[in-house]
């Protein structure tokens, strides 16, 4: 039986893993959510034999008399959950927040399917030695990056002469910068073709997500940035693409659906029944070049991933810092770049040698964010 563990239980991913994990006949060992909203408390009530833990509790007492025992309190509690023995784990939580749940399910030795791409954008390297410490297995979950995964499985790495990531190019594709001073964060959240969370959604529409999932495939399948591209197919169907040296490439395709990623994660390297048949006869499929004059998120993640170090994880603090303040209507949507450029051109090149050091990056480059922001907003 499938000791199941899912982190960010409420959020997008996590409301799809249940999907998978009925349909898997699965019941997960631990559901952990960050606030226990009362979505959490439905959950957790319908999953009534599962350990709970709830990061940030807005209602602990509420929530400790509901819950009792089954429920624990604290980001280490979380942690816990994510290091039970022999788990597999997915990490659905938004944002650098998951990072330490990803580095515990890792050193545990644990199957992590990892859909919080900031913890490899901000820490990949450390990630990278908690999965060699801990001796267990990394599976990407977000689409692109499994779809990159099912690709090189078996393939010799000297073999791979680029991964070429697709990019939906989000509800704004094709427009000037001109036409985007004036989105609204309404606009923002209307994605074409994915149904996601709220940040990875006005992600999407800058582009700064396929940013952080182009520095996400440096660190996962260790390919320079020379040899990672970004292409914008409309249609996701293809999830993404690698090209071997032999001029072969290999695609993964099927319906924009992140329960297919999830499920693979968790049955890995089985395949188990899942959503319908696809057919391909009539579909198209476009790839163009994005713009990167528009699109000017997408340019400064390449930067930033080439200049390593603490400069990936300070991209990723200044973009959580400035979407919260786009959706609150502090800045414009061009605003969001504009605060990515500012904090990186501001922050000192130190080195980053420990996890410690990656937090202190984090809030440091919040702290620069959120002037940046202040700026932008007078
Ligand atoms: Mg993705």
Redesign the pocket.
């Known amino acids: 039986m499938t000791r199941l563990v899912l982190l960010g239980a409420t959020g997008s991913i996590g409301t799809q893993t249940l999907d998978v994990a009925k349909r898997l006949d699965i019941t997960p060992l631990a559901l952990a959510s960050g606030s226990g909203t009362p979505e959490f408390v439905a959950t957790a009530h319908r999953y009534r034999d599962s350990m709970l833990a709830v990061a940030h509790p807005i209602d602990m007492s509420g929530l400790r008399s509901e819950f009792g025992d089954r429920i624990s309190f604290g980001p280490d509690a979380v942690m816990a959950l994510a290091a039970l023995p022999d788990a597999v784990v997915i990490n659905g939580v938004v944002g650098f927040a998951g990072l330490d749940a990803t580095l515990a399910a890792l050193e545990a030795g644990n199957r992590l399917g990892l859909a919080n791409?900031e913890s490899m954008v901000t820490a990949g390297a450390f990630v990278r030695e908690a999965l060699q410490r801990g001796g267990g297995t990394l599976i990407p979950v977000?689409?692109?990056?499994s779809a990159l995964f099912q690709c090189l499985e078996g393939e010799p790495r000297p073999a791979v002469r680029n991964l070429i990531l697709t990019a939906s190019g989000g509800p704004f594709r094709g427009k000037s910068r001109d036409m985007l001073s004036s989105v609204t964060p309404e606009e923002a959240l209307q994605h074409p073709t994915w149904n996601m969370g709220a940040r990875?959604t006005i992600d999407s529409a800058t582009l700064a997500?396929k940013g952080l999932?182009v520095i996400e495939a440096h660190y996962l399948f260790d390919v320079a940035y020379d040899q990672i591209q970004v292409v914008v197919h409309p249609t996701s169907i293809v999830h993404s693409v690698v090209e071997f040296v032999d001029g072969s490439l290999l695609a993964h395709m099927g319906e924009a659906d992140m329960r297919i990623p999830i499920q693979y994660a968790i049955t890995y390297p089985d395949r188990a029944q899942g959503a319908g048949e696809f057919s391909i006869a009539g579909r198209t499929l476009e790839f163009e070049e994005p713009d990167t004059e528009v699109f000017r998120a997408l340019a400064l993640a390449y930067e930033a991933g080439r200049v390593g170090g603490p400069a990936p994880c300070v991209f990723n603090a200044a973009d959580e810092v400035a979407v919260a303040a786009f959706l609150a209507g502090q800045i414009p949507f061009l605003g969001i770049p504009e605060v990515l450029e500012r904090t990186l051109a501001k922050f000192d090149g130190r080195q980053v040698e420990s996890v410690a050091d990656v937090k202190e990056v984090d809030a440091e480059a919040r702290a620069l964010a959120t002037d940046a922001v202040r700026a932008l907003s007078r």
Request: charge should be negative.
């Open positions: 791409k977000d689409s692109e990056h990875v997500n999932e």
